[in-house]
């Protein structure tokens, strides 16, 4: 599709998914998409209409973080320089997948742009991503305007119509305080994962015959949370299990199973057979119960709400017996095809103006949980 004469609005979303979606969105499905430098980001181009004007629009993606974090070439030489330097030590930014010719890919198709729009992810990677895009771009991108108002920020939580209209129509401006934050938690993970790593790999080598000592690699994150697991682990090998006796019962109304309930034994575990199996000849003998003392009160059940991240990784663990990687790989396809919002959140509370009905509605007529969703409208 050839560019027009109308401004050109070029957009960056984080994956290719996710460009095609909103493109798919905007253009209602009247998208052309043709290759870019890089075969892994496709470009979406469509007409429509952006700040209440005409508009051409280039939407095409990154692929996660355009740079990565290392140290000069003076600092990589492990006998060259001592670990403790390296914490005194500059950085770089380099190209995180050089093979895929991101930063050519954006400078090339940003080239002749009016308003830069981009849709990372609401979090705070996504907003450092959207500045090494906003480092990429053609020099005509950003000389149009001297405070570069034209570079705009999306924000969304969900791959729906709704979600998507909503974020153009409120564009932001990108938020430099996060992404800087982003910068120094890399580079704190950068000089103390290698400082540790060399000193470690150093240390161990030569003292265990059995041990690998080529790299022992240290993790700020990874390795505390290794040692969490190894002690859990040791905790379980440890275990001397005993057995035990418990005494269940139940009560009912003569010829009415509605009215059954479980009691609870005060006394929970008995260790000594003998002594259990004397409670257990009291209940098989009793042929009756007295209540004693009877209470009511108001009780209530309140609607389920969203799951922030570890919530959802324990759901999916305990009821499912889905593993956390794996649970992300489906929430990622559930929230790029518009099923869920996005599931990398520490949020357990919906927007305010949050509407139940429209996420609901696709999923009234399913043929495995559509009756579910109907009688859920219905009480709504």
């Known amino acids: 599709m050839s560019s027009p004469g109308a401004p050109i609005v070029f957009m960056v979303a984080e994956k290719p998914s996710i460009a095609l979606s909103i493109s798919k969105i905007l253009s209602r499905g009247r998208e052309e998409t043709r290759r870019g430098v ?7 181009e469509f007409k429509g209409t952006f700040q209440g004007k005409q508009a051409f629009f280039r939407v095409t993606s990154v692929i996660g973080h355009v740079f990565s974090t290392d140290f000069p070439p003076q600092y990589q030489n492990w006998e060259a320089t ?28 940003s080239k002749f742009s009016r308003y830069v729009v981009l849709w990372l992810d609401c979090d705070r990677e996504g907003e450092n991503i959207c500045f090494e895009v906003i480092q990429c771009l053609h020099p005509t991108a950003l000389s149009v305007t001297p405070d570069q108002s034209h570079i705009l920020r999306a924000r ?7 979600d998507i209209v909503k974020a153009l129509n409120n564009l932001t401006t990108p938020n430099r305080n996060e992404a800087l934050a982003v910068d120094a938690r890399q580079e704190l993970d950068l000089k103390v994962g290698v400082a540790f790593t060399r000193f470690q790999t150093r240390f161990f080598q030569g003292k265990y015959g059995n041990l690998d000592a080529r790299l ?5 994150c990874q390795t505390p949370t290794l040692g969490f697991c190894v002690e859990r ?6 275990f001397e299990s005993e057995p035990f006796w418990s005494v269940s019962a139940s009560v009912q109304k003569a010829g009415d199973p509605a009215t059954k309930i479980n009691l609870e034994w005060e006394r929970g575990r008995i260790f000594d057979i003998e002594i259990a199996q004397f409670f257990l000849h009291k209940v098989q003998s009793s042929h009756s119960v007295e209540l004693i003392e009877s209470t009511k009160k108001p009780g209530s ?9 570890v919530e959802l990784l324990k759901a999916c663990s305990q009821l499912l017996g889905l593993g956390p990687h794996y649970t992300m ?7 790029i095809s518009g099923f869920i919002s996005y599931p990398r959140t520490e949020s357990t509370k919906y927007p305010e ?23 859920c409208w219905k009480k709504e």
Request: with cysteine; hydrophobic share 30%.
């Open 156 to 162: 969304f939580s969900a791959i729906t119509e709704p």
């Open 82 to 109: 001592n670990p403790a330097d390296l914490f005194q030590a500059p950085v770089l930014k380099t190209e995180s997948n050089p093979k895929a010719y991101i930063p050519k890919h954006i400078k090339k198709e």
């Open 353 to 375: 103006h949050f509407n139940l009905h429209e996420c609901l509605a696709p999923h009234r007529n399913h043929n495995m949980w559509g009756r579910y969703v109907s009688n």
């Open 329 to 335: 790989q489906i929430a990622e396809k559930l929230y």
């Open 38 to 44: 890089t075969s892994s980001c496709p470009v979406h």
């Open 233 to 238: 682990h040791d905790e379980i090998q440890t």
């Open 301 to 309: 059940l309140r609607k389920p709400g969203p799951l922030n991240t």
């Open 216 to 220: 022992i690699s240290y993790g700020p």
